[in-house]
């Protein structure tokens, strides 16, 4: 019941977090794709940099253990194909699964409807899978993390990718300051 | 009618975004997610109106063998998004209703988001998550799929965006 | 924006502190510290049935790590769902965290023992084996022999945990057909995908 109470509360705050940033808006998605309107690329850069910092310093200061924390699968094929496939709807419907939930949320109805197009696909790739099942569970790596890959520290990781993420933002400031 | 509160900055947006995830992972040891509630919800569909076909598939028993469907993690975790997200829409005062004739998008928007959603949902099944499962969350552990499932994402938005220019002009 | 301007200012500084952190995982060579082994062999702490390995799986623990010590060919020709291909060369090179529960296995067992004790010397204590290896993995989770003496709820949990790695139990020598009706378990915190 916690577990519970945890996750609405979690997604209260996801849900109101993505409705400020305007990502309920299906053009101001989209354009992210046109190089119109980079809010897409802020917040997922801004959130995941914000968390990975904060569970690596977090872990450091001891005040939890990072290594016990939930890495997905990696299964390079169908994430591969599936990321394809995903940005491929993404364009198409310039909403994502959870702000699809936002957009609705806000009186939308592009909400809903890609929220049919994504129970419908769910429902296909289901129905399929015993057909998919070789290929969905093709190239299994385990829960495989950067570090692990490149056999860099956890530390050094974390520095390379706080520098990769803060020079695309600030190449985005710098192209949006130009205009 | 209450005035359009402007949005807020991204940056900030983002970095309240990362709190909560963070604090997620702190209380729970697992980030968020969104089209693992979807999933749940079809299976559950499915399990209620098909069970023969529920358990002939591998991917539907992975959702309905962990008690309730309806009751998943995920499953509440997204309801609060919808609440969330209203919640804040409508103190902004935000909340359009696109079913009036002067703001509805035209059929061709959409066609072309129903077709999305399922190019998405065929997607986030393959990949076992979206954007804010594994992109956001698994991105941020550094996961290796996560940052190949937001690579070839954004490199595919990218390249077929000029294709369906019409649709966003 | 000022606010903007001093958030990306403390990230780059907390990133570029980060390698300096100190790493809790470096594994050094060291000696062999015969009597802990020998305790740890006598009271069985060492190994895990392929069973138990397969409920942590299925339960998502934190921080597992299953590790497999066969060759890459050997690997990619079947391997226990969520493992890790660390051939025993290249075992001394890699990171343990000691917080993580690692599992060795590998064909047979006797290879993934032996992986053990090396891990020991680098001064690894937290792992442990599957003594019978992916043959015990293949008869013991996907294709158990359902005991005629146990109780329902024991069969029904042991083919709960054949039938979620893709197995089907054997009754009395024969593969089964559908077992209806699976035990509940409790709630159990279970992985929830994203």
Redesign the interface.
């Known amino acids: 019941m916690n577990?519970?109470l945890?996750?609405?509360?979690?997604?209260?705050?996801?849900?109101?977090?993505?409705?400020?940033?305007?990502l309920?808006d299906?053009?101001k998605l989209?354009?992210?794709?046109?190089l119109r309107d980079?809010?897409v690329l802020?917040?997922?850069?801004?959130?995941?940099?914000?968390?990975?910092?904060?569970?690596?310093?977090?872990g450091?200061l001891g005040?939890?253990?990072?290594?016990?924390?939930?890495?997905?699968?990696?299964?390079?094929l169908?994430?591969?194909?599936?990321?394809?496939?995903?940005?491929?709807?993404?364009?198409?419907?310039?909403?994502?699964?959870?702000t699809?939930?936002?957009a609705?949320?806000?009186?939308?109805?592009?909400g809903a409807?890609?929220?049919?197009?994504?129970?419908?696909?769910?429902?296909?790739?289901?129905?399929a899978?015993?057909s998919i099942?070789p290929?969905?569970r093709s190239t299994?790596?385990?829960?495989?993390?950067?570090?692990?890959?490149t056999?860099l520290?956890?530390?050094?990781?974390?520095?390379l990718?706080?520098?990769v993420a803060?020079s695309v933002?600030?190449w985005i400031s710098k192209r949006e300051a130009a205009r | 009618m209450r005035a359009l509160r402007s949005y807020a900055d991204p940056h900030v947006a983002g970095v309240c975004l990362g709190l909560v995830l963070l604090a997620c992972f702190a209380l729970t040891g697992q980030g968020l997610g969104a089209s693992g509630a979807f999933a749940s919800v079809v299976s559950g569909v499915v399990g209620a109106v098909s069970p023969e076909t529920a358990v002939n598939s591998a991917y539907f028993r992975s959702y309905l063998q962990d008690g309730s469907p309806w009751t998943a993690w995920l499953v509440v975790e997204i309801i609060g998004v919808l609440i969330g997200a209203a919640t804040s829409a409508a103190l902004a005062g935000r909340i359009r209703l696109t079913f009036a004739r002067s703001t509805r998008p035209s059929a061709a928007r959409l066609f072309a988001g129903v077709s999305g959603g399922i190019l998405m949902g065929i997607g986030a099944a393959l990949a076992r998550g979206c954007t804010s499962g594994l992109a956001l969350s698994g991105g941020a552990m550094l996961s290796v799929g996560a940052w190949v499932f937001m690579v070839a994402l954004f490199l595919a938005g990218f390249l077929s965006a000029p294709l369906i220019r019409r649709l966003w002009p | 924006m000022r606010l903007v301007r001093r958030l990306g200012i403390s990230a780059l500084a907390l990133g570029l502190v980060a390698p300096f952190a100190g790493s809790p995982s470096r594994t050094q060579q060291r000696g062999l510290d015969l009597d802990s082994i020998a305790r740890a062999i006598d009271e069985g702490s060492d190994h895990v049935s392929a069973r138990q390995l397969a409920e942590w799986i299925r339960d998502r623990r934190p921080g597992l790590r299953v590790i497999d010590v066969r060759s890459p060919a050997e690997f990619h020709d079947g391997a226990i769902p969520t493992a890790e291909n660390v051939p025993i060369d290249q075992l001394a090179r890699s990171r343990f965290a000691p917080d993580q529960t690692i599992v060795l296995y590998s064909q047979e067992g006797a290879h993934a023992g032996q992986a053990w004790v090396m891990l020991r010397s680098l001064g690894v204590v937290h792992a442990v084996f599957v003594p019978g290896g992916l043959a015990d993995w293949r008869e013991e989770v996907l294709s158990p022999l359902l005991p005629s003496n146990g109780s329902p709820a024991e069969r029904a949990w042991i083919a709960d945990l054949s039938h979620y790695f893709g197995g089907s139990p054997r009754i009395g020598g024969e593969q089964e057909g559908e077992l209806a009706g699976a035990a509940q378990n409790g709630s159990r915190l279970r992985r929830r995908g994203c």
């Open positions: 577990n519970l945890i996750a609405g509360g979690v997604g209260v705050a996801f849900g109101w977090a993505l409705e400020c940033a305007g309920g299906p053009p989209a354009g992210q794709f046109y980079f809010t802020k917040v997922m850069l801004s959130a995941m940099l914000t968390a990975m910092l904060g569970v690596f310093w977090g450091r005040m939890f253990n990072p290594a016990a924390f939930y890495v997905p699968e990696t299964h390079l169908p994430q591969l194909v599936g990321g394809l496939v995903f940005g491929l709807g993404f364009v198409l419907s310039g909403l994502c699964p959870g699809s939930c936002v609705l949320a806000s009186g939308r109805i592009e409807a890609t929220m049919l197009g994504l129970f419908t696909g769910l429902l296909l790739v289901g129905l899978f015993p099942e290929f969905y299994p790596q385990g829960p495989l993390t950067l570090q692990r890959l056999g520290p956890f530390g050094v990781m974390v520095a990718v706080t520098v803060l933002l600030a």
